[in-house]
Structure formats: C-alpha cells, structure tokens
C-alpha cells in the first residue's frame, strides 16, 4: 500500500511538472522550480529564504528545458527586479509574492 501511494504521488508530481513546462514561458518555469525547491531545500536567510540545494544555471536550464544562457538572463532579470538574491552561489528568495506573480501562462 505504502509502495503505491509513494508511486501515486510520483505520478502526480511529474504530471504536475509536465502542465508547467507546457503552459508557461521560462520565467515562469524558473519561478515554478525554486518554488518548488523552496519547500524541500529552503531555510531562513536575513534577506529571505534560502534554498540551500547548489543548483547551477546549467542545471535549471535543463530541469526547465530551456539554455543555460537564458536561464542566466532571466534570473539576472529576477534579481534586478528585487524577486530573488544570491549568497555563496546560492539562490536566495527575497519576494515569495512577486516570485508567484512570474507564474503566468505562456
């Protein structure tokens, strides 16, 4: 029973995972992502939360399906704009709001 909730849930996620490379633009996808990551990797930081997981813009890039290039833009875009930080190569979320304001449809 244990065996096929836990493959339930897996279903589910990538389901999930699938709807959002589908219906939204990288922004998005990259706010999905650390979403996502902020609730399995995210601890307390004075300028936010931190999401501890060391995560390369080449390893967004192909978690999200997009290049390591436009993952880079776009996550200096998000940092300009005061969504996001980073400390130690770290990402920090510094807006959880304005980072779920990025989940729009494509």
């Known amino acids: ?5 836990q ?3 897996g279903r589910l996620r990538s389901e999930h995972w699938l709807e959002t490379l589908l219906s939204l633009d990288v922004e ?3 706010a999905q992502l650390l979403l996502d990551a ?4 995210g601890e307390p930081h004075p300028q936010g ?3 501890t997981a060391p995560l390369t813009h080449a390893d967004l890039a192909g978690l999200i399906g ?3 290039e436009t993952v880079t833009l776009t ?3 998000m940092k300009r704009t005061g969504v996001i930080d980073f400390y130690k190569r770290r990402v920090v979320v510094r807006d959880h709001n304005a980072l779920k304001q990025c989940l729009k449809p494509a």
């Open 1 to 5: 029973r244990v065996l096929f909730a």
């Open 38 to 41: 902020l609730s399995l990797f």
């Open 66 to 68: 997009s290049t390591r």
């Open 7 to 9: 493959l339930d849930r």
């Open 28 to 30: 998005g996808r990259i």
């Open 49 to 51: 939360t931190l999401i």
């Open 75 to 77: 996550l200096g875009k």
